[in-house]
Nanobody, 130 residues
Framework: QVQLVESGGGSVQAGGPLRLSCAASNYAYYYSAYSMAWFRQAPGKEREGVAAIGSDGTTTYADSVKGRFTISRDHAKNTLYLQMNSLKPEDTAMYYC??????????????????????WGQGTQVTVSS
């Protein structure tokens, strides 16, 4: 399975930026063929899709983060990023990186990826204070 190592989580004041990184290794297919996504889960709430980037290069976002978050990938470094700007307290959650070897658009990826499908990182905590 793909090994996903996340970094960049932490505490930040509302309105501030934070960038999450997800380094991938031990992949069975060409890295660029993977669809990838970021999910998050707050205490007492279900895990939700935040952003995805398809194997076709398209990106899509949850309405709650559109315009504030940007997902990107560096193929040379086999790394996925999530740039988060204008953070709000409601963005506080455990953030997870996920990879799926299927060729999908970003819309498809965000819709179908979930625990038990593809590979997932251990999660990194993001806390936004008022």
């Amino acid at each position: 399975q793909v090994q996903l190592v996340e970094s960049g989580g932490g505490s930040v004041q509302a309105g501030g930026p934070l960038r999450l990184s997800c380094a991938a290794s031990n992949y069975a297919y060409y890295y660029s063929a993977y669809s990838m996504a970021w999910f998050r889960q707050a205490p007492g709430k279900e895990r939700e899709g935040v952003a995805a980037i398809g194997s076709d290069g398209t990106t899509t976002y949850a309405d709650s983060v559109k315009g504030r978050f940007t997902i990107s990938r560096d193929h040379a470094k086999n790394t996925l990023y999530l740039q988060m700007n204008s953070l709000k307290p409601e963005d506080t959650a455990m953030y997870y990186c996920a990879a799926d070897p299927r060729h999908m658009t970003s819309i498809q990826a965000l819709a179908v990826m979930r625990p038990g499908i593809g590979d997932w990182g251990q999660g990194t905590q993001v806390t936004v204070s008022s």
